[in-house]
């Protein structure tokens, strides 16, 4: 209860506080969505399933616009749940997306102020570096090296999606900061 309630009813029904949890959720909800929706078969494209890596996107954004958004839980929570449905090693991809979550949250500044063009550059440096990781570790823990297609598919689809999904949760981030939201 604050002090300038003169009502010492509890705050729970109040417009002010009634829609906080939906902007708490819907990040959250389309960072799992993110993981599981590109699991979809859809074929192949040269004997690769086409899987682009939205939570790199999700994490990006969210890490960039506000850090404190997800947890380190959460985010490690992602990429157990990303290993898991990949089947790479347990702990790789969390400890992709929680370097990207604090190399973003820490470039959050400099990269608010430049243009999508800046971000998509970053991003994709970055989402190369992730790739790379995954491409190599794989060969160390199975001893087997991949084919290079395995990875540069999803990190070139990746990458040409970013601009619309960037976009997409610009859109989603404005309107559950809209006053209609917070109450």
């Given at each position: 209860?604050?002090?300038?309630?003169?009502?010492?009813?509890?705050?729970?029904?109040?417009?002010?506080?009634?829609?906080?949890?939906?902007?708490?959720?819907?990040?959250?909800?389309?960072?799992?969505?993110?993981?599981?929706?590109?699991?979809?078969?859809?074929?192949?494209?040269?004997?690769?399933?086409?899987?682009?890596?939205?939570?790199?996107?999700?994490?990006?954004?969210?890490?960039?616009?506000?850090?404190?958004?997800?947890?380190?839980?959460?985010?490690?929570?992602?990429?157990?749940?990303?290993?898991?449905?990949?089947?790479?090693?347990?702990?790789?991809?969390?400890?992709?997306?929680?370097?990207?979550?604090?190399?973003?949250?820490?470039?959050?500044?400099?990269?608010?102020?430049?243009?999508?063009?800046?971000?998509?550059?970053?991003?994709?440096?970055?989402?190369?570096?992730?790739?790379?990781?995954?491409?190599?570790?794989?060969?160390?823990?199975?001893?087997?090296?991949?084919?290079f297609k395995v990875?540069?598919?999803?990190?070139?689809?990746?990458?040409?999606?970013?601009?619309?999904?960037?976009?997409?949760?610009?859109?989603?981030?404005?309107?559950?900061?809209?006053?209609?939201?917070?109450?």
């Amino acid at each position: 209860m604050a002090f300038t309630d003169k009502n010492p009813r509890p705050t729970i029904g109040r417009s002010h506080e009634n829609n906080r949890l939906i902007p708490t959720i819907v990040p959250g909800l389309i960072a799992v969505l993110s993981i599981l929706i590109p699991k979809v078969p859809v074929g192949q494209v040269f004997d690769v399933v086409p899987a682009p890596g939205l939570i790199l996107i999700v994490v990006f954004f969210w890490s960039l616009v506000d850090p404190d958004r997800f947890s380190i839980f959460f985010i490690f929570f992602l990429g157990l749940l990303e290993d898991i449905l990949t089947g790479t090693p347990l702990g790789m991809w969390s400890l992709i997306l929680i370097a990207l979550h604090y190399s973003t949250a820490g470039q959050g500044t400099t990269l608010l102020t430049r243009g999508k063009i800046t971000k998509w550059a970053v991003f994709s440096l970055f989402c190369l570096l992730s790739y790379l990781a995954v491409y190599f570790l794989i060969g160390q823990v199975y001893g087997t090296v991949p084919a290079f297609k395995v990875i540069l598919i999803p990190f070139i689809l990746t990458v040409i999606c970013f601009i619309p999904f960037y976009r997409l949760f610009e859109m989603i981030e404005n309107m559950l900061l809209s006053p209609g939201f917070r109450g």
